[in-house]
T-cell receptor, first 114, second 114 residues
Framework: EAGVAQSPRYKIIEKRQSVAFWCNPI?????LYWYQQILGQGPKLLIQFQNNGVVDDSQLPKDRFSAERLKGVDSTLKIQPAKLEDSAVYLC????????????FGPGTRLTVL | AQTVTQSQPEMSVQEAETVTLSCTYDTSESNYYLFWYKQPPSRQMILVIRQEAYKQQNATENRFSVNFQKAAKSFSLKISDSQLGDTAMYFCASYTGTASKLTFGTGTRLQVTL
């Protein structure tokens, strides 16, 4: 079974530029999550999708971050414009359903904002 | 609000020895779940073990076991017969129905040495 795929693995941009990350969850998983993991901290949930609908985006900085999951499969997370404090690893995860089902994580995208 | 605290930023253990990672949590809910996740260097985060709060018996998965002290709100992870492949960041996390999301601690970096 293929795991959660993410691209790119690494990205370096200047502040005020825009960037997009892509995630393809495990086939058949209805729930998709985007986490932000700042160095020295645990992952923090940014947004959760159930199929193509948003379940929780309470910690998503909506003035600069946006995410979509068209057709309820793969998803993109965008930052526009980026700030220095956005430097982090962005993790995508998926689970069969919402709730306490096991979350399977992708390898992450390491973003450096200069 | 849920909080998860890991007070050991780094730990080291020799191969074949036993090590215990500490975690405390805070929640006002009676039904919740606790998890330990492992994040090896440059690899995906994976679930190590989970514990349902309503179960009195401590969870065990091969060399990994937990000591769940509900009254003390403590959830420690014991790794027996440590192997070089256990070298990783270990995150403790909690899940409640009210929050409906994982809340992670700051992690403990474990180094297994020869």
């Amino acid at each position: 079974e293929a795991g959660v795929a993410q691209s790119p693995r690494y990205k370096i941009i200047e502040k005020r530029q825009s960037v997009a990350f892509w995630c393809n969850p495990i086939s058949g998983h209805a729930t998709l999550y985007w986490y932000q993991q700042i160095l020295g901290q645990g992952p923090k949930l940014l947004i959760q999708f159930q199929n193509n609908g948003v379940v929780d985006d309470s910690q998503l900085p909506k003035d600069r971050f946006s995410a979509e999951r068209l057709k309820g499969v793969d998803s993109t997370l965008k930052i526009q414009p980026a700030k220095l404090e956005d430097s982090a690893v962005y993790l995508c995860a998926s689970s069969f359903e919402a709730g306490v089902y096991e979350q399977f994580f992708g390898p992450g995208t390491r973003l450096t904002v200069l | 609000a849920q909080t998860v605290t890991q007070s050991q930023p780094e730990m080291s253990v020799q191969e074949a020895e036993t090590v215990t990672l500490s975690c405390t949590y805070d929640t006002s809910e009676s039904n919740y779940y606790l998890f330990w996740y492992k994040q090896p260097p440059s690899r995906q985060m994976i679930l190590v073990i989970r514990q349902e709060a309503y179960k009195q018996q401590n969870a065990t998965e091969n060399r990994f076991s937990v000591n769940f002290q509900k009254a003390a709100k403590s959830f420690s992870l014991k790794i027996s017969d440590s192997q070089l492949g256990d070298t990783a960041m270990y995150f403790c996390a909690s899940y409640t129905g009210t929050a409906s999301k994982l809340t992670f601690g700051t992690g403990t970096r474990l180094q297994v040495t020869l």
